[in-house]
């Protein structure tokens, strides 16, 4: 079984959610974990999608779909999309008393979708990548980045910065040294 079905499967067994809405945000990357994730739950016996759907990016409102939501008595959501959407989303459903799961990818990963959503951020599962900020190479990685650009690094960038010296190895050889950023 591939790791992320197995993770997925691994919280869900915890969760045990039966009835689920899949929404996606109609890009290529939302729409294709949405279509992942409602080939999985219609493969499986426990749980039903109450119903899929495609949304307006960029949209200020998106009451129908949490009235929509609301009707159909989900006991959670899985959204693929990006945190813009799912702040404004989210926000509107625990606004009108909603207590529905809302879980999502890592277009999430965003210290913006925390700051838009404030406290109805609150819950929000979040999948993505390992957590890499404790391995001493990515937090050297992160303040060299603070140090030579004044900013916190993006929220991929431990993700992406953590395999490169290995890019610059050989088997037969210990990893290179951190890159320093000039």
């Given at each position: 079984?591939?790791?992320?079905?197995?993770?997925?499967?691994?919280?869900?067994?915890?969760?045990?959610l039966k009835k689920i809405v899949v929404l996606h945000d109609k890009g290529?990357?939302?729409k294709g974990l949405a279509e992942f994730t409602k080939a999985f739950l219609?493969?499986?016996?426990?749980?039903?999608?109450?119903?899929?759907?495609?949304?307006?990016?960029?949209?200020?409102?998106?009451?129908?779909?949490?009235?929509?939501?609301?009707?159909?008595?989900?006991?959670?959501?899985?959204?693929?999309?990006?945190?813009?959407?799912?702040?404004?989303?989210?926000?509107?459903?625990?606004?009108?008393?909603?207590?529905?799961?809302?879980?999502?990818?890592?277009?999430?990963?965003?210290?913006?979708?925390?700051?838009?959503?404030?406290?109805?951020?609150?819950?929000?599962?979040?999948?993505?990548?390992?957590?890499?900020?404790?391995?001493?190479?990515?937090?050297?990685?992160?303040?060299?980045?603070?140090?030579?650009?004044?900013?916190?690094?993006?929220a991929f960038f431990l993700n992406a910065r953590t395999p490169l010296p290995?890019?610059?190895?050989?088997?037969?050889?210990?990893?290179?040294?951190?890159?320093?950023?000039?």
């Amino acid at each position: 079984m591939p790791r992320r079905v197995w993770k997925w499967t691994s919280r869900w067994n915890v969760l045990k959610l039966k009835k689920i809405v899949v929404l996606h945000d109609k890009g290529d990357y939302g729409k294709g974990l949405a279509e992942f994730t409602k080939a999985f739950l219609e493969a499986d016996a426990r749980a039903e999608v109450v119903f899929y759907e495609g949304i307006t990016p960029g949209a200020v409102d998106y009451t129908a779909v949490v009235q929509k939501i609301k009707k159909s008595k989900a006991e959670a959501v899985i959204f693929g999309g990006y945190h813009p959407e799912t702040s404004k989303i989210v926000s509107q459903m625990r606004k009108k008393g909603m207590k529905t799961i809302f879980i999502s990818d890592d277009g999430v990963k965003d210290n913006t979708f925390i700051k838009v959503a404030q406290k109805y951020a609150e819950g929000v599962y979040a999948t993505g990548p390992r957590d890499t900020s404790d391995n001493p190479m990515t937090k050297a990685a992160e303040d060299a980045h603070k140090k030579a650009y004044g900013t916190d690094p993006g929220a991929f960038f431990l993700n992406a910065r953590t395999p490169l010296p290995y890019l610059f190895s050989t088997p037969s050889r210990k990893p290179a040294a951190p890159i320093t950023l000039r």
